[in-house]
């Protein structure tokens, strides 16, 4: 649109009159502009309560009127003095304006920024806190159990934990019989340790053969249990 004002003001460059009237006309449609672009920053003001955004719509707003002013003050020399002095003054407010904006826009990104921030370190505390309370109900479970658990490796039947009960069962602590496996409990597992190595998930099978487990204590005894 604007191409085709100022071509025509090309084409009238010898009718002054036209050339006038295109020039009010195209200084009006920079007023128009001009308040539209302040009304953006009047609704961003409203929403983000910026001061920079009221004064950016203030400088457009001033800006749109300098435009219109300038389109019927032109021809007079005095006036168009007056008219570029007041253009310099409004430019510098506008850009006072942006650098308020700029900085007031960077401020609310860092604020958000660091709630952000302090949500995600809540809930992380609050998740650790529920793995430590769900950590703590699974040993008080484990520990307190009637019957005796032994957790071993699959692949070397090593014991890596044991509870009170297992401790009782073979008369080991928990800490010798995380030294042991499964051949040093079950004395007739020793001729199928490579077998069970191989193959882990044989071991229930033996398990559900065998019934009731015999377990050599630390004492020599044999005492049985439920495998």
Not at 37 to 44: G, V, W
Not at 129 to 138: D, G, L, P
Not at 157 to 186: H, I, P, Q
């Amino acid at each position: 649109f604007l191409v085709l004002i100022l071509f025509g003001n090309f084409l009238a460059r010898d009718v002054p009159a036209i050339r006038h009237w295109l020039s009010i006309f195209f200084f009006c449609f920079l007023a128009l502009t001009s308040w539209c672009t302040a009304a953006f920053y009047l609704h961003k003001r409203m929403q983000e309560k910026y001061i920079g955004a009221w004064l950016m719509a203030i400088g457009f707003l001033l800006w749109g009127f300098q435009m219109l002013a300038y389109a019927f003050l032109a021809q007079d020399p005095f006036h168009r003095s007056t008219v570029f002095v007041t253009a310099s003054a409004i430019q510098l407010e506008m850009a006072v304006a942006m650098i308020i904006l700029v900085l007031e826009e960077t401020r609310r990104e860092a604020k958000y920024m660091r709630a952000q921030m302090k949500t995600t370190i809540h809930e992380t505390a609050s998740l650790k806190h529920r793995a430590q309370v769900t950590e703590q109900k699974y040993s008080n479970l484990f520990d307190h159990a009637s019957d005796a658990i032994f957790i071993c490796d699959p692949t070397t039947l090593g014991v890596e934990d044991a509870n009170r009960s297992a401790e009782k069962l073979t008369g080991y602590s928990t800490w010798e019989l995380k030294k042991l496996n499964l051949m040093s409990l079950c004395p007739w597992l020793r001729d199928k340790e490579k077998e069970v190595v191989q193959d882990p998930a044989k071991l229930q099978s033996l398990f559900d053969s065998i019934g009731n487990l015999p377990i050599e204590r630390k004492d020599g005894g044999i005492t049985f249990a439920e495998g």
